[in-house]
């Protein structure tokens, strides 16, 4: 049972009424973390800012999705791995393979594999990396920019996994459930 209520879109006012026509406009859809989140226009302005600005990224969509995939399973979060599955495989084009080896930070390019690897770092050691972490993703070929992207990838992922996770969002994707808890 949720713990937090998600907003019907047809009966929110104000900013949040304002946001969720933006993403039905997009998406022909709110899904229902969006709509939880939509309790508090500041955290739903917050994440899609932060969404769309790591769009624009140098990462790009596919890694993007994989490193969703690899923290939503360090930290259990079944709505961000049913709803990053079927993005991933939907609207990206990953094969299944793919997407599930993310999940335990696998992949089969050296230079995805390194970045998937680092996010599991980040994840497991709550943001304290060392100096050997940050050279290992750096010598797979990643920026300093780009390693800031995977860290910014990560917290954005944090952040979606900790709310679902606290909201006990109904889960309107296909269901996937986190092999680890």
Do not use: W
């Given at each position: ?10 009966e ?32 739903l ?25 690899t ?30 080896s ?15 690897q ?21 010598a ?11 860290v910014?990838?990560v ?8 709310f679902?996770?606290?909201?006990n969002t ?12």
């Amino acid at each position: 049972m949720t713990r937090l209520q998600a907003l019907d879109p047809k009966e929110a006012t104000g900013r949040s009424k304002e946001l969720f026509e933006g993403i039905q406009g997009k998406l022909g859809m709110v899904p229902n973390m969006m709509r939880t989140m939509g309790n508090s226009p500041a955290v739903l302005e917050g994440y899609l800012n932060l969404s769309d600005a790591l769009g624009k990224g140098s990462l790009g969509g596919r890694l993007g999705e994989l490193i969703a995939l690899t923290v939503a399973e360090s930290n259990a979060c079944n709505y961000c791995l049913s709803a990053h599955s079927f993005i991933g495989e939907k609207l990206v084009g990953i094969d299944t393979t793919t997407l599930q080896s993310a999940r335990d930070g696998i992949n089969s390019d050296p230079k995805v594999a390194a970045a998937l690897q680092f996010a599991k770092t980040l994840v497991s050691k709550n943001g304290r990396v060392s100096s050997e972490d940050v050279e290992t993703v750096k010598a797979a070929g990643f920026s300093d920019g780009a390693v800031g992207e995977i860290v910014a990838h990560v917290a954005l992922n944090i952040l979606t996994n900790y709310f679902n996770n606290t909201a006990n969002t109904d889960i309107d994707f296909p269901v996937v459930e986190a092999a680890t808890v």
